[in-house]
């Protein structure tokens, strides 16, 4: 039996710190989902077409990852259904900071309470990547700084197709 995880998130964009979660996850599991939310909640950057063209590149192109191990899709439901209909029953969370806690934790227990089949699992990024967030990375590239500690070189291109 394989072992399949979910990880979901709106990647906008994708950041280093992401990376670390699905490095390490890749050690855990056999096979990544990876899903690309357009929950309502947010105002993107970048539409999610946009994004999962994004992921793909860093994913595939920029970090040479195997599509046998990592599906890139996109969802609006709940990640529940998603763990449902990939037959998985892990779903993958990144932390980055104490103050991400309070929130996974509910999330994690709201999960639980919708399937108790579905695990979440916590993974940190490296400490190096800690601090990253794609909102603190649209705003360096906003003010044209310097981008290559934060993500991938095609991810950077898409910023600075935006904010040229």
């Not at 964009?13 to 699905?22: A, R």
Request: glycine share 4%.
């Amino acid at each position: 039996m394989k072992n399949i995880a979910i990880y979901p998130g709106t990647f906008d964009p994708i950041t280093f710190g992401h990376i670390d979660v699905i490095k390490n996850a890749l050690k855990l599991v056999d096979r990544l989902i990876v899903g690309i939310s357009d929950g309502n909640q947010k105002n993107f950057l970048f539409p999610i077409d946009e994004r999962v063209k994004i992921v793909q590149k860093a994913i595939y192109n920029d970090l040479k990852f195997k599509k046998k191990y990592i599906k890139i899709i996109t969802f609006e439901s709940l990640t529940t259904d998603l763990c449902k209909k990939y037959k998985s029953n892990i779903i993958l969370r990144g932390l980055r900071a104490v103050s991400d806690f309070e929130y996974e934790f509910q999330l994690a227990g709201m999960n639980r309470k919708l399937n108790n089949k579905i695990e979440t699992i916590f993974l940190m990024s490296n400490l190096e990547n800690q601090i990253i967030s794609s909102r603190f990375v649209k705003e360096i590239a906003q003010h044209k700084g310097d981008l290559k500690k934060f993500t991938t070189k095609s991810t950077i291109k898409s910023l600075k197709n935006i904010y040229a």
